[in-house]
């Protein structure tokens, strides 16, 4: 797990730590393109782009906050402020 950055802190969505990553590959499709990473459980889906599964990992679950893989390097977005943060 890896501590959020402080610029996170602000979003109450965001979890104390992120989970780490399931995989590299979208666990729903296999794909290795343009992933997402759950912060809250570390699944792995692919981008609204491709299947949406991050997307709909993230509503179903109720985990809203994704980071793009490779984690932390990328942007992170928060489904229920509809933002980056």
């Given amino acids: 797990m890896e501590l959020?950055?402080?610029t996170t802190?602000?979003?109450?969505?965001?979890?104390?730590?992120?989970?780490?990553?399931?995989?590299a590959r979208c666990e729903e499709c296999?794909?290795?393109?343009?992933?997402?990473l759950c912060a809250d459980?570390?699944?792995?889906g692919c981008c609204e782009s491709q299947?949406?599964?991050a997307?709909?990992?993230?509503?179903?679950?109720?985990?809203?906050?994704?980071l793009?893989?490779?984690a932390p390097n990328g942007f992170w977005w928060c489904y229920a402020?509809?933002?980056y943060l």
Avoid: K, Y
């Avoid at 296999?30 to 997402?36: E, G, H, I, Q, V």
């Avoid at 990992?57 to 109720?62: T, V, W």
């Fill in 4 to 6: 959020l950055p402080t």
């Fill in 9 to 23: 802190s602000r979003c109450p969505h965001a979890p104390a730590e992120v989970a780490a990553p399931s995989g």
């Fill in 30 to 36: 296999d794909s290795t393109f343009n992933l997402r």
């Fill in 41 to 44: 459980c570390g699944h792995v």
């Fill in 51 to 53: 299947a949406g599964h």
């Fill in 55 to 66: 997307r709909a990992h993230a509503l179903g679950a109720g985990h809203p906050v994704i």
């Fill in 68 to 70: 793009q893989m490779p």
């Fill in 81 to 83: 402020e509809n933002r």
